[in-house]
């Protein structure tokens, strides 16, 4: 009976030593390994959905709006997004955001998607551009009848001659507002070198008994019929001197 005893012994303490220097030699291999024990949990399928979807639960997938369900599975609503507006365009253009700033210049997108800032300067225009914009946005002009300019230190040179008579085109044309065809009564009109306002489409109004009289002279109101001078009256008819013209020697 002892003997037995004896033997159980043995075989008990001889296991825990083996147990002891196992459990030192692991120690020694890997003295930096720590376990908890604990496993970390599977990720739902709505939560790996959203991982795949870089963290959103909801996207645009070619302009339609979807979203991650539980069963992790994504559905789209099947309506393309509509355009956004200029403001919203805007908004999405600065990183979601209607003020921000630019060069330390508080800004906002405003309802047609421009942006406006507070606080700006404009900038001080330059002597030249001044004389510009005081002479109604023009750099040369009229003095008196004598064309001047913007020179670039802003102060204004004249030539010191007067503008030459415009020709009759020329007087027609500015008469006009600067334009050589222009609309009268819904009818397309232009100038003629002569001066005179020249239309197409129009009816021409029936001339004058006076005027049918001059045309029929070559647009002369004064004219010779057998070597005696005669002209039109204002009932259309000719009447003549009844004297010979004088050959003058």
């Known amino acids: 009976m002892r003997l037995s005893l004896f033997v159980l012994l043995t075989q008990v303490l001889s296991a825990s030593a083996t147990v002891v220097t196992v459990t030192v030699t692991a120690t020694a291999v890997n003295p930096n390994v720590q376990c908890t024990g604990a496993v970390p949990p599977t990720p739902s399928p ?10 959103k ?43 921000f700033e630019i060069n330390g210049i508080m800004c906002g997108c405003i309802q047609d998607g ?3 800032c507070t606080g700006a300067v404009p900038p001080t ?5 001044k004389c510009v914009q005081d002479h ?15 020179i670039q230190d802003g102060s204004v040179q004249c030539t010191g001659v007067p503008l030459p008579t415009p020709s009759p085109f020329d007087k027609c044309v500015k008469d006009h507002d600067g334009k050589s065809t222009f609309e009268i009564n819904g009818i397309m ?16 109004p029936t001339p004058s008994p006076y005027e049918k009289c001059v045309q029929d002279h070559d647009g002369k109101s004064t004219f010779e019929i057998n070597g005696i001078m005669c002209g039109c009256i204002q009932d259309g008819s000719v009447q003549c001197t009844g004297v010979p013209k004088t050959t003058t020697l």
């Open 114 to 116: 421009s942006v406006q």
């Open 46 to 55: 709505f939560d790996k959905c959203v991982k795949d979807h870089d963290g």
């Open 136 to 150: 109604d946005g023009k750099s040369t002009f009229e003095i008196n009848g004598i064309m001047c300019g913007c």
């Open 189 to 204: 009109c232009g100038c003629i070198q002569d001066g005179s306002v020249q239309c197409t489409g129009a009816v021409p």
């Open 57 to 99: 639960s909801e996207f645009q997938l070619n302009g339609v709006k979807c979203f991650c369900i539980q069963d992790g599975s994504v559905q789209c609503t099947g309506v393309p997004l509509p355009t956004p507006s200029p403001f919203d365009k805007c908004v999405k253009d600065h990183d979601g955001k209607s003020t």
């Open 125 to 129: 225009p330059s002597p030249y551009e």
